[in-house]
């Protein structure tokens, strides 16, 4: 093989991973935003940003206002048409373990995790304001009894939201690592768990 | 590395990937040709089995995930349920070219099973997933709800 043969192979193969990394969007920690003295200020900037994870496709997409879940950068409708039924997991007869197995599988390029469902509509939070999700968020009626610690432990280690940084296929990841985002909660939660104003 | 299956109730063994799609293992392993290949990406239903009662997109399944579990192919099926679909299907002169009908029978019998009395709504959402490209859609709900009615006696 000639030497440009090589180096044309080479540049190829650094542009697909270049491509494939693209989408992956690095995710400010919370040192960034130590210099903000005022601490409620500085709780609201760290929900901000842990809101670019929060408002991602990868997330926002099963946390539906109504029936149906959504799919892709533009949130469209999930297709084949499915509906959250009775248990959030799908309609009897087509329920999410239908097509979704317990990881993601290249063959078909579904995406899969061993508890895909719909969240609940109560942590709905499509057309919600970054706001009214941290509300939701830390509203133990809303949230699943979760406590400050039980929402950090599950934005940190919950292995289904985890999948947000792990989709499969061609889908773009949500920005940062799952533990970039437990250190802004835990951050957002030291400094008092500030929602921002819009 | 060998996964144990049973498929219609006989216990069979594949000795391949455990990666491969069921719906490969199905038909060209055991060759039970009945579950049809119409995409390969979850969005027809021409591949549906059951496994444990419930439905499951044949192609987007490794093998391995069924493993000890029951699965059921379109020749396997034996329930009142499925008794009931069939003579519909028939009855009503549901099939046209015939190639989605399988999969299209599969979730209608495992809708019958879970609620014999499904209304539009749940015959909608339970056969959203199985689409026929010659539309016969209207009489794969009326066979339902005839099958329905059959089972209420």
């Known amino acids: 093989m000639s030497s440009l043969v ?4 080479i540049m190829i193969v650094l542009a697909g991973t270049a491509g494939s990394l693209a989408g992956a969007e690095d995710l400010r920690g919370p040192e960034t935003f130590a210099s903000i003295t005022n601490q409620s200020e500085r709780s609201r900037a760290l929900f901000v940003e842990a809101g670019r994870v929060l408002q991602h496709p990868r997330c926002l997409n099963c946390h539906p206002v109504g ?5 892709g950068n533009d ?5 084949p048409l499915v509906v959250r039924g009775a248990d959030d997991k799908g309609a009897i007869g087509l329920r999410c373990t239908t097509c979704h197995q317990n990881a993601n599988y290249e063959p078909s390029g579904v995406p899969g995790h061993p508890l895909w469902h719909v969240a609940p509509k109560s942590m709905a939070w499509q057309t919600k304001s970054l706001r009214q999700i941290c509300e939701q968020i830390k509203d133990p009626r809303r949230n699943g009894g979760k406590t400050p610690a039980a929402i950090h432990e599950h934005m940190a280690h919950d292995s289904l939201v985890g999948w947000g940084w792990m989709p499969g296929a061609n889908r773009e990841p949500a920005p940062g690592t799952q533990a970039q985002l437990g250190a802004l909660i835990a951050a957002w939660i030291e400094s008092g768990a500030a929602c921002p104003a819009s | 590395m060998s996964v144990t299956l049973n498929i219609n109730g006989t216990r069979r063994e594949f000795d391949g990937d455990p990666d491969t799609p069921l719906l490969w293992v199905i038909r060209d392993d055991l060759g039970l040709t009945g ?4 995409c390969g990406i979850a969005q027809c239903g021409a591949c549906t089995v059951h ?18 579990r029951q699965v059921t192919t379109i020749e396997g099926l ?14 009503l002169d549901v099939v046209q070219c015939g190639y989605c009908q399988s999969g299209q029978i599969m979730s209608a019998t495992a809708l019958l099973e879970k609620k014999p009395k499904p209304s539009d709504t749940d015959i909608d959402h339970a056969m959203a997933g199985n689409i026929c490209r010659c539309a016969t859609y209207q009489r794969i709900r009326a066979a339902i709800h005839a099958a329905s009615a059959q089972l209420a006696g």
């Open chain 2, 35 to 38: 579950t049809k290949y119409g």
């Open chain 2, 51 to 68: 496994v444990d009662g419930q439905t499951l997109r044949s192609c987007s399944a490794p093998v391995s995930a069924v493993a000890g």
């Open chain 1, 6 to 9: 090589k180096a044309t192979l």
């Open chain 1, 75 to 79: 949130g469209h409708p999930h297709s």
């Open chain 1, 67 to 71: 029936e149906r879940p959504t799919q």
């Open chain 2, 78 to 91: 034996a329930s009142p349920a499925a008794k009931a679909v069939q003579k519909a299907w028939v009855a």
